[in-house]
């Protein structure tokens, strides 16, 4: 099962929720930045570019907490930045724990065996281990020699602690569909995780790797040579079956960037995780003074190669909710 029936039913209940009171904009996930310095300097990212002073700031617990709180958001996926270089990441988490909020704390790994006794298994929370591919593929996507050994290392130490442990895998143009498929099969088969999340690569305008990012007919060419023979049927991906179609080009959608808002050391990033058109205090402020319809491929240059999941999972998860024969392929996939 790779989504956990506690945390699927909760999250049923709370789109249903959302549904008959007619909301048509809600968070789903909150993607939580609370630092933004790394201890990797990946070749497609480019967070750890910023200035000095800004790479220095860590969010405070309280804000943390309050900002997702105030959202009414049921997840929370804990970025960076590197989260355990923040020293009271572990904090964060227990407190957003608490709150019965399942929280996603994704991790290079680099520290998690030093870190991992800061943090307790739980029903609501789960590693999210970064992981690109094989040995070699790994190393060179986050510019480090030996980082593939440390991250498997990693998983296998969550898992025999009792962890629920999940990966997050990028993909890139230079990355074959044979490629992934071994990564997914030695990541489901050999390692055993709970559940795998991988996504298009994503330009990041920063970032010093501005060759290999995928456009949307290369995304849709590579899933669709990834999942086919009905492979994604037995691997545990963390994806809506709707959502996994998109990637392969079956459907199209609407980006819906307010399902996934990324709240910073900065603010409520307008409009999504991936660009910057300004910063605001609440959700609300989010939902209410951004244009939604200037962006989406079609209307702004900068959304013309995104199919990120940021933008159209929360789409697809209301796709899914929608319709009753898509709702059943979602429970036959869970």
């Given amino acids: ?8 039913l909760r999250i049923g209940a709370y789109l249903l929720r959302q549904r008959l009171a007619s909301n048509k904009k809600f968070p789903l996930i909150v993607e939580l930045e609370p ?14 570019k910023y200035p000095t002073e800004i790479l220095r700031k860590r969010m405070s617990v ?27 990441i572990h904090k964060i988490t227990e407190e957003l724990i608490k709150r019965k909020k399942f929280v996603y704390l994704c991790t290079n790994a680099m520290l998690l065996k030093r ?3 800061l943090f307790k298994p739980s029903p609501y929370f789960s590693w999210v281990i970064h992981i690109d591919g094989m040995r070699d ?9 030996g980082a593939f050994d440390k991250a498997v290392e990693a998983i296998k ?14 993909f890139f143009s230079n990355d074959s569909p044979e490629e992934v498929r071994e990564l997914l099969d030695f990541l489901n088969d050999e390692l055993g995780v709970d559940a795998m999340m991988i996504s298009p690569a994503y330009a990041y305008d920063k970032a010093s790797d501005q060759e290999h990012f995928l456009g949307v007919e290369e995304t849709r060419a590579l899933f669709s040579k990834v999942f086919a023979d009905g492979k994604r049927k037995r691997w545990r991906l963390n994806h809506t079956p709707l959502f996994l179609d998109f990637l392969e080009g079956k459907v199209d ?7 996934i808002p990324s709240f910073s050391i900065f603010g409520w990033q307008k ?29 702004d240059p900068r959304c013309a190669n995104c199919m990120a999941h940021c933008g159209y999972e929360p789409t697809a998860v209301a796709a899914t909710m929608s319709s009753l024969k898509e709702s059943l392929r979602a429970v036959r996939g869970y």
């Fill in 1 to 8: 099962m790779a989504i956990p029936l506690r945390q699927n």
């Fill in 35 to 48: 630092l933004f310095a790394c201890n990797l300097s990946c070749p497609g990212c480019g967070k750890i």
């Fill in 62 to 88: 309280e804000e943390a907490v309050n900002g997702v709180i105030s959202s009414g958001a049921p997840m929370v996926s804990i970025a960076g930045g590197e989260p355990l270089v923040h020293p009271e």
């Fill in 115 to 117: 870190k991992i006794d």
């Fill in 137 to 145: 593929r790994h190393d060179q996507s986050v510019a480090r020699k």
């Fill in 157 to 170: 130490l969550a898992k025999s602690k009792g962890f629920r442990t999940t990966t997050n895998s990028t």
């Fill in 253 to 259: 959608y609407e980006c819906t960037a307010w399902g």
């Fill in 271 to 299: 409009p999504c995780y991936l660009m910057a058109d300004g910063y605001v205090s609440t959700y609300k402020e989010l939902v209410e003074e951004t244009n939604w319809d200037a962006y989406g491929r079609g209307k």
